[in-house]
Structure formats: C-alpha cells, structure tokens
C-alpha cells in the first residue's frame, strides 16, 4: 500500500471497541492455539475512575479515631490533583495498584487508611493515605469486610486487641477495643460527625453477642 511502511501495533487495537470480538493466536506451554475468538470488555482496575451510583457520597468507617475508606480517582485526585498517577507526593502505594493490580475476585476494593481524627486515642499517631492490608492477619476484601470483622469483634470484645497492617512498609496500628468503645460517641461528638460509618455500612448485618445473632450496628 505505501512501499516498506510499517503500522503500529496499537492502530489494530484503536480499531476495536468494547463488545468486539478478536481473533488471536497464543502460545502456551510450548504450544501454538490459532483462531481463538475473544469479546473485548473494558479494563478491569481496582481503583474506579467514578463512584457508583453517580453523585453519591463516598463510603466510610471510623475505628479508634482511624478513618478508612476506598481507594478511588476522586479520592487521589482531590489530594494529589487531576494528575496524581505523576505526582511525586502521590504514595508508591497507590501508583503500584494503578499500574500492576487487577481485581481477584467480584467485589474487591482497596481499602485504606485516610486519616486520624483528634481524640486521645490518636494524640501521638499522624498516619495518613495508607493502604490496609490485613486485620489480626485476615486480608480485608473491602470496606464493608473490614466494617464486619471490626464490629463483630467489637460486639464480642474479643480478640482484646486488633491489629491493622498497612501499605508495604510492615507499618502496624493496634487498637484497645475496650478503649475504642468508651471513645466512640466522643471521638464522632468531638469531630462533629453524626455517624461512626456511612449509611450502606449502617445498613449491613453484624454479630450481636447479647442475642447471638446479627444486627444492624446503626
């Protein structure tokens, strides 16, 4: 068509559209498939470009004055501005899960540590934008996983004590149950907020240990 020019891989890529299907060949374990037929879908990321539904209020939950919520680009962006992806304040946490995580399964989230509220429980403790890997070693799925454990741990006042990993430094917070009971009402009272987590955290079951059964922690 044009003598020895080449075209760029990418312009058999910009030619397809989500819902297309491609025709590929692979190599795998040695072994040449030709003709594989693929639906195109979009990219799969843990860390959504909007919040679902539109215009709602972001998901939360405050614990021992820590508060959690989910790693979105509204969340980065309205920290680390609308290029935060190249902002050399945005933590190599995030940037990492951007570029190589994938979801594992439906209904994954990245979870993570925003901030600590002023109450005697966080007096000496500045932790901000943290990941949140795991609770007493259980690796938190999402945010109402991490909602749950704590709760239920909270109404059986058992384990004692909870411990929090966070990001890829081996960074550890433990939290006194019992201290983080007696605290709540005047941590939310202090910081003047009406709710210890957002309304679709408020409306999921927990374990209630008076009935030994679930309740809504509301």
């Known amino acids: 068509f044009r003598g020895s020019e080449r075209v760029h891989f990418t312009y058999l890529l910009l030619r397809k559209f989500v819902g297309d299907t491609a025709v590929v060949s692979i190599v795998r374990n040695g072994t040449r498939m030709n003709n594989l037929k693929i639906e195109l879908e979009k990219t799969k990321t843990l860390i959504p470009r909007y919040l679902v539904p539109e215009n709602t209020r972001p998901s939360y939950y405050i614990h021992s004055g820590f508060v959690f919520t989910t790693l979105t680009h509204p969340y980065l962006q309205t920290i680390y501005g609308s290029?935060?992806?190249?902002?050399?304040?945005?933590?190599?946490?995030?940037?990492?899960?951007?570029?190589?995580?994938?979801?594992?399964?439906?209904?994954?989230?990245?979870?993570?540590?925003s901030h600590a509220l002023t109450s005697e429980l966080t007096s000496d403790l500045e932790f901000n934008n943290e990941l949140l890997r795991s609770v007493n070693e259980v690796k938190v799925k999402?945010?109402?996983?991490?909602?749950?454990?704590?709760?239920?741990?909270?109404?059986?006042?058992?384990?004692?004590?909870?411990?929090?990993?966070?990001?890829?430094?081996?960074?550890?917070?433990?939290?006194?149950?019992?201290?983080?009971?007696?605290?709540?009402?005047?941590?939310?009272?202090?910081?003047?907020?009406?709710?210890?987590?957002?309304?679709?955290?408020?409306?999921?079951?927990?374990?209630?240990?008076?009935?030994?059964?679930?309740?809504?922690?509301?």
């Open 142 to 218: 999402n945010l109402t996983h991490l909602y749950q454990m704590v709760e239920t741990a909270m109404a059986k006042q058992s384990p004692k004590f909870l411990t929090f990993q966070l990001g890829s430094r081996n960074v550890t917070i433990v939290t006194d149950l019992e201290k983080a009971r007696k605290e709540e009402n005047m941590i939310l009272k202090d910081n003047s907020i009406p709710a210890k987590a957002s309304d679709d955290l408020l409306a999921v079951a927990v374990y209630n240990n008076n009935q030994n059964r679930h309740y809504y922690a509301s």
């Open 83 to 113: 290029n935060w992806e190249n902002n050399p304040h945005t933590p190599f946490d995030f940037v990492n899960v951007w570029y190589d995580d994938v979801p594992e399964f439906v209904g994954q989230q990245v979870v993570v540590l």
